[in-house]
């Protein structure tokens, strides 16, 4: 559940810290007073997108940060032990958004992406915001709302998957049916260019091999003439060659070592250069007898490298990048002269997968017609509770009239009220008035948030729209959702404000020409004197306190 949250500099929030408890806690305050900057506050912690403006006026940036307890939060644990972030029973989110805009998050003091800190807030924190009845009349959200009542995802996945399988092949189907006379075209093409390379047959390695040999032999007689001339220095020269000269430097090496030991290394070392000098002008001598200055391979050779690099420039690419080339294009063209067979092989492909996807849209079909009686049903219960006595609301499921099959499946999902007796269910877009669309959405709301698996819920004035003796029913059904766990309510309704174990208030004060919002928790006198000032009236009387504090008894009895 929420702990606690605390805020800088966010909107007209100059620094506020709040703590919460489990049970219903209720925020109230005059309009404008920003009750609901608090929920903002929280949207953005869970992920939503951050805005300059969102930073107050005359701050740098704005920084919030939010402490969970995870004793009630099973999905929240999975996710920080898969992140390795499971330190201990509490997880801390902090976001500071910049003046210009940029935002950084944190999750127990690691950095973190905004698209990981919405997975995460999904598990933590479930938002029922007061505009929700604007969405309620499209139908990806009814279908949406159905399939998360009757717990649709396995099936639906299903369907998904079943659906993208058979796209897939229906689009190879469609890709290799366009092959036309210009597609037969592209086959000799294709041919022709294989053929090609083929007789080129062009060796792994050779273009390396063939430009070291075209250098050596352009060289050749350089080669030649400098190593032999290199051979008569080391060896055959008559006069001063390097091994005569060795020689005669170590004979005499020896000889010096007879009288003082210490020349002794130095005529090893001598032997040794000797030796290796002749070793030298042997290995010369053999690697002289290899070359050979031959025309008629320098021609080969070079006429062998132009046809690579004229093939190359055919297909505007580097000599080295035609063998993948090659494999490329022989590729395309089996594929291309066997797209007949592989034609026959995608359509039967295309009927299983087709049959398959029949089957998971059918079995998904019949749990959403199932789940709808069920979500009718409920959602009937309590708009029946709300003002609407005679109301019926009816969840139908429709087969696509085209047949067509769709990631979401083949059904219509559409959301019908019969508001009075001797009326027929019609769309909610063509029946509902303004207070009756908010007192559906509101049912819809309770329905939803009794099958979520989310410690903490938050409403932000969804009881808008109604009064009297149907905001204490509202209440009612807000405070049974907290028993569970945790429950926000920002009202304005004194009737829900009674049902609550906890009450905040919210008020604007203002500081040396600075506007900011405070947050306080009322003891019970002080919650009485809130009560009677949202029931109405510029004075305060005796009566009207004795009103809030019978509601509040009565509450508490209940």
Request: net charge negative; aromatic share 2%; with cysteine.
């Amino acid at each position: 559940m929420l702990a606690a949250i605390t805020i800088r500099n966010f909107a007209i929030i100059d620094e506020l810290e709040v703590e919460f408890d489990r049970g219903m806690t209720v925020l109230s305050g005059e309009t404008g007073a920003g009750k609901s900057i608090l929920v903002d506050a929280l949207n953005l912690i869970l992920g939503d997108r951050a805005d300059a403006d969102a930073v107050r006026e005359g701050a740098d940036r704005a920084d919030i940060s939010a402490r969970f307890g995870l004793d009630d939060a099973p999905a929240a644990r999975e996710w920080l032990a898969a992140h390795e972030l499971d330190e201990d029973d509490e997880c801390v989110i902090r976001r500071v958004v910049a003046r210009e805009g940029r935002s950084r998050s944190w999750v127990n003091g690691t950095p973190m992406p905004v698209r990981e800190l919405r997975a995460l807030g999904e598990t933590l924190v479930d938002i029922h915001g007061q505009h929700a009845h604007q969405s309620l009349l499209k139908r990806a959200h009814q279908r949406r709302l159905l399939d998360e009542y009757g717990e649709h995802e396995t099936a639906r996945v299903a369907v998904r998957d079943a659906y993208e399988a058979l796209r897939a092949t229906r689009a190879e189907i469609a890709r290799i049916e366009q092959v036309d006379d210009a597609g037969d075209m592209r086959v000799d093409l294709l041919r022709y260019q294989v053929d090609e390379l083929a007789a080129l047959d062009l060796g792994e390695h050779e273009i390396e091999a063939l430009e070291a040999e075209h250098k050596r032999l352009a060289s050749a007689e350089r080669l030649i003439g400098e190593g032999q001339r290199a051979l008569a220095l080391l060896f055959e020269a008559e006069e001063g060659a390097a091994t005569d000269q060795l020689g005669g430097a170590e004979r005499l090496l020896h000889e010096l070592a007879a009288i003082d030991a210490g020349f002794e290394p130095i005529a090893e070392l001598t032997t040794s250069a000797r030796i290796q000098t002749q070793e030298a002008a042997e290995t010369l001598r053999q690697h002289i007898d290899t070359l050979d200055i031959d025309p008629q391979r320098f021609h080969e050779v070079e006429q062998r490298l132009a046809s690579i690099q004229d093939l190359a420039r055919k297909h505007h690419c580097n000599a080295a990048e035609l063998p993948g080339i090659t494999q490329r294009l022989g590729a395309e063209l089996a594929e291309l002269e066997g797209a007949g067979e592989r034609l026959a092989e995608l359509k039967a492909t295309a009927e299983r997968q087709a049959a398959a996807y029949a089957e998971a849209a059918a079995e998904l079909s019949a749990a959403r017609r199932e789940a709808a009686g069920r979500l009718g049903t409920a959602i009937t219960d309590i708009i029946r509770t709300l003002g609407m006595p005679e109301g019926t609301f009816e969840v139908r499921v429709t087969p696509d009239a085209m047949d067509r099959p769709a990631a979401t499946g083949t059904d219509e999902i559409d959301f019908l009220i019969a508001a009075n007796p001797g009326q027929s269910a019609r769309p909610l877009e063509r029946v509902a008035s303004g207070g009756e669309l908010s007192r559906v959405s509101l049912a819809i709301e309770v329905v939803a948030a009794s099958r979520t698996r989310v410690p903490t819920l938050v409403f932000d004035e969804v009881d808008t729209g109604i009064g009297g003796g149907v905001a204490e029913i509202v209440g009612r059904q807000l405070r049974a959702l907290g028993d569970a766990g945790q429950s926000l309510c920002v009202t304005h309704l004194p009737q829900v404000a009674a049902q609550a174990e906890h009450h905040l208030h919210v008020a604007k004060q203002v500081d040396a020409g600075q506007t900011a919002t405070r947050i306080s928790t009322l003891d019970p006198d002080a919650r009485i004197e809130e009560i009677a000032r949202m029931l109405g009236g510029v004075e305060l009387t005796a009566q009207t306190r004795a009103h809030a504090t019978d509601m509040i008894e009565r509450a508490a009895r209940a």
